[in-house]
DNA sequence: GTGAAAGCGCTAACAA
DNA sequence: TTGTTAGCGCTTTCAC
């Protein structure tokens, strides 16, 4: 039978019911600083006893951390904060903060140096931060960050010497797509990129072209971002260009479904004309029409060690995390 | 030209600098308490010059109303925290905890009376939470909610005398479907519902036995939730059942692509043979194949009304605010 | 209408 | 190793 704690409790009559000074149930309960083994073990006797749970509004304030986590995503408009992306980014990062005790607040960053940089310096000026996620950033953008913001700031795509990166393994991923429709005998393959400023975006590229010059093949790209709206115009423009394309790889599986949706409106079969892969692997991909084939890309799980991190102490002692890609080939290659 | 408003200002250095005490700054800062029109303008100017923003972890900790909105997901298992819905809400949840100085914490309720009320009384305890959104709830746990709950929380679709309710006008957009459905000549038309346990599923349900009884057409559903798997077995309990069915709604877009995707393999021709409806209307819709039919749902807004008035204070004038939802007809019914 | 003073609960110098 | 003493920044009685 548990009792119920009555997080009520502070930590002065934990220190009373000790028989120490609320400095020394302090100690205890922080572990930092020094303490004998007698006070701890009746500090924690009193806190079990007692029920304790620290308040973290009052620890927050007394060591002037902050709050709450911002996920700050940089974009050309506010409304890229209603991407569903972003969403799975922020939601796994409120998760995060929820066990931390804290929250997780969502705010736009807009793109370009100086308004990029003024908003970052705005977080770094407010003390009720403890801890940003940067997403969809420049590379330009994280390596002025301004310095009240190191060791507490980490990025999702590529990082830098101060600030830790989180990225799927988009080039490995992106091999994969292309070493399957090569050995599909696909060999007029074009790559529909994500937006050019985000410097996460440029690793798939670099791969991709690795492996076409590697086979001996045309590298054919044709810019795009990260929208079926995007993705529908691109793969014209591809088809325009080349008109023997027999196979197309979209950075994102939203993008993937303008491809397809464009396609089928042009009459081109999918993949007997014209072989479509995406990136992303949303949960959608299974479902639309007969499967998108894709590479997974684990958002949640990347969004939370992120957040972890920045909330742990942004040390980087690698520049860049890298979680793990994989094909799953379904109906559209 | 803006300055850039130091966070680092204190309401001390805005009363010195405005020639009143601290505790007037407080009063017309705050708006409580009385305070004479010379200090009023004078503080309000000095908190302009200095671009003093108050801090909310020394004002939470002072009042005792906590740092952070916690979205609190009832569901079977701990896994509905990354479903891409609750992703939109928590998102636009934290982007209004943020621009109020908060964050948004993401937290799992279990469903089943015991543990879920065990579940929002540690919500209730902590002090750190100053407000609750409570997303998929059962009438019943709303109900049985918490005393130390009242007034600051709120819910995303039914609420009651003492929770303020947000949703979308699912009944209105049901009966939309059907309207075109019918119109078009579907008589025999089944609707997959939704889990039968979230209270919010009902009012959907109550809007179709209406209309069918209002046209005279027998009232069919099947039970379903929201997922493409059993979005998928619906559709084939219901041809089982009536195999002369020629319409079917799902209770949303996910599920929908289930019915598509299970009735593409049977060899069934949408919408000849039969139409389909989602509701939703997620981006995917308008992209996946031939586009889906379906109703619309301003989730962002719901959600950020929700944030919003739990945040605020939620005292509700009327137990229920309904946010339209409008027909999208596409190719699909 | 205003100011002085006492907290909110915790942490961190500094002495002892 | 421990306790004492100040705060962190704001709100809120309670006299004036």
């Keep these: 039978m548990e009792l119920t704690p009555s997080r009520s409790v502070t930590l002065e009559q934990v220190a009373r019911a000790a028989g120490v000074s609320p400095a020394t149930a302090s100690r205890v309960v922080t572990g930092v600083g020094p303490s004998s083994a ?86 770094g000026r407010d003390r009720s931060v403890s801890a940003v996620v940067v997403v969809n950033h420049t590379q330009q953008l994280l390596e002025s960050l301004p310095s009240a913001l190191a060791g507490r700031t980490t990025a999702i795509g590529t990082g830098t010497g101060d600030v830790p990166g989180f990225d799927v393994d988009s080039p490995s991923g992106v091999e994969g797509l292309l070493r399957h429709l090569h050995s599909d005998g696909r060999r007029e393959i074009v790559l529909a990129t994500g937006p050019s400023w985000v410097a996460a975006a440029r690793r798939p590229l670099q791969a991709h072209r690795a492996f076409m010059h590697q086979v001996g093949l045309p590298v054919r790209t044709v810019a795009g971002n990260f929208t079926a709206e995007r993705g529908r115009a691109a793969v014209q423009r591809a088809l325009d260009r080349w008109p023997d394309t027999d196979a197309v790889i979209a950075l994102s599986d939203v993008a993937a479904f303008g491809v397809l949706a464009a396609l089928a409106e042009s009459g081109i079969a999918v993949p007997d004309d014209v072989a479509v892969a995406g990136f992303d692997d949303v949960p959608m991909a299974a479902l639309a029409g007969p499967g998108l084939t894709t590479a997974t890309h684990p958002v949640e799980a990347i969004a939370a060690s992120a957040a972890e991190c920045a909330l742990e102490g942004a040390v980087a002692p690698t520049p860049l995390r890298i979680f793990p890609s994989e094909v799953v080939v379904r109906h559209s290659a």
């Design 38 to 123: 007698t006070a701890r073990r009746r500090v924690e006797e009193a806190v079990a006893a007692l029920g304790y749970v620290p308040h973290p509004v009052a620890r927050s304030l007394a060591r002037g951390l902050g709050h709450r986590l911002v996920v700050a995503v940089v974009g050309v408009q506010r409304s890229v904060l209603a991407d569903p992306y972003v969403a799975r980014v922020t939601a796994a990062a409120a998760e995060v903060a929820d066990a931390h005790g804290l929250g997780a607040g969502l705010r736009w960053v807009p793109v370009g140096g100086a308004h990029g940089r003024v908003a970052l310096e705005d977080l």
